[in-house]
């Protein structure tokens, strides 16, 4: 069967791959493009490690048809920080505890920026509703939560 | 195993492909056959796709609002216009899925997945389907009940009519994880009231079927009376007859059928 090129910008570089039919975005940015930022969980939408930004909006990766996305701008986890600095989220995730194994960050990060990309001062709620998509096993969230309030507000985390 | 993805300019030539391949299935947002795939659906050979404008038009103007079946709930929650559906779109996935989840798709989504649907079927909704005979508008129930053998058809759009009140539509989804979960019972309500009494009530209830159903018995004991606590009280007792629940993970068929009655009293009574 041949194969489908694709090509679309992949934190803010042209990329230009050769797909199969039916392979999604995830398998598409960590086997063709080796960004290894999104991570696979679940396969079904019920996790969220795997989201990344198409076009500024929260997405899956795994659901998502790698060919849809021609012509458009996905943005990662590797695409985050800023030249050697981290993103503010990353800081704030890291002062405030909020990765133990790590493997619910990637999406976790996405859903946040994602969040105050739109509203850059959410209340709780809002935060709480923004990554309700994303499992996160270890942390029994209130960490990540208030990680997320601390970028928003400049506050000072409970 | 590699699928043969075809995009076509217009819905009909999609459905088209459809109707000619029984192992075509058509993909919207992808929560439900990307899924499939991802799990090695082998039934799936070929994936169709429509990039039609129509399908993702929103006519929320009218009385009568249409939702072309690539609507996102996202863009639901987006127009003001369709208050009265806000809460069934929030109140499915997180909101990377409600970017990528569509109205059509959620028509074809199981147990206990589906909620929007719930609330169309009490909305008395109709499914504008595409196939190889042309199109048509199917009711909901209707629809609902051939889902299984509705491969080979396109749905276009569904509409229905406003509510007249934001009190005539209410809806409510009991899941174990707030504020994302599967749904243990998901209950729609749509109860037009004409004088002081009801006429034309509709009651829909998820996860209590295979597939979304009417709980006409609970509707029957609503007809014709005023919503008071006598009322109430006799439609939450009626609201399991007819049903069929399951067990699952999320809760068994005994917890659902003890459950659906309480939480149909509450919706009924305006309590939270």
């Not at chain 2, 009490?122 to 199109?135: C, E, H």
């Not at chain 2, 009991?174 to 599967?182: E, L, Q, V």
Request: glycine residues 10%.
């Amino acid at each position: 069967m041949s194969k489908i090129p694709l090509q679309f910008r992949h934190n803010g570089r042209d990329v230009a791959i050769f797909v199969d039919g039916g392979t999604n975005l995830l398998v598409a940015l960590r086997e063709l493009i080796g960004d290894m930022t999104p991570k696979f969980g679940c396969g079904q939408g019920g996790c969220g490690t795997c989201s990344v930004l198409i076009d500024g909006e929260l997405h899956l990766s795994c659901l998502t048809l790698a060919e849809t996305v021609t012509g458009r701008s996905i943005e990662t986890l590797d695409g985050m920080k800023q030249g050697p600095n981290l993103h503010p989220l990353q800081r704030a995730f890291a002062d405030n505890f909020a990765a133990q194994c790590g493997y619910c960050t990637p999406g976790m990060l996405m859903a946040a920026k994602a969040l105050l990309d739109r509203n850059p001062s959410p209340s709780r709620d809002e935060v709480i509703e923004a990554i309700s998509g994303n499992i996160c096993r270890c942390t029994g969230y209130e960490p990540i939560i208030n990680a997320i309030l601390a970028v928003a507000g400049g506050r000072a985390s409970a | 195993m590699a699928v043969t993805v075809k995009t076509f300019a217009s819905a009909s030539e999609a459905a088209g492909a459809l109707s000619s391949d029984r192992s075509a299935r058509y993909l919207g947002g992808g929560t439900l056959v990307m899924r499939a795939l991802n799990e090695g659906d082998v039934s799936i050979s070929t994936v169709v796709r429509a990039s039609d404008q129509a399908l993702t038009r929103i006519d929320a103007s009218g009385p009568r609002i249409t939702l072309g079946a690539g609507v996102t709930f996202a863009r639901v929650l987006a127009e003001r216009e369709l208050g009265f559906l806000h809460a069934p779109a929030r109140s499915i996935g997180g909101p990377a899925v409600r970017n990528m989840g569509t109205v059509g798709g959620n028509l074809f989504a199981q147990s206990p997945y589906g909620d929007f649907t719930v609330a169309l079927l009490a909305l008395d909704a109709t499914v504008a389907v595409q196939g190889s005979f042309g199109s048509r508008d199917i009711p909901i129930e209707e629809f609902l009940q051939a889902r299984e053998r509705q491969t080979g058809t396109l749905v276009l759009s569904v509409s229905c009519t406003r509510p007249t009140s934001t009190e005539a539509f209410r809806y409510r989804k009991i899941a174990r994880i707030k504020p994302k979960g599967g749904s243990v019972i998901t209950l729609a309500a749509h109860l037009p009231i004409s004088g002081d009494r009801i006429a034309g009530a509709r009651i829909a209830l998820g996860s209590m079927a295979p597939t979304q159903i009417r709980a006409r018995a609970a509707e029957r004991a609503l007809e014709g009376r005023s919503l008071d606590a006598a009322t109430i009280a006799a439609a939450a007792s009626a609201a399991t007859e007819g049903t069929s629940p399951y067990d699952n993970a999320l809760g068994s068929a005994w917890y659902r059928r003890e459950i659906v009655g309480v939480h149909l009293r509450r919706l009924l009574s305006g309590q939270e």
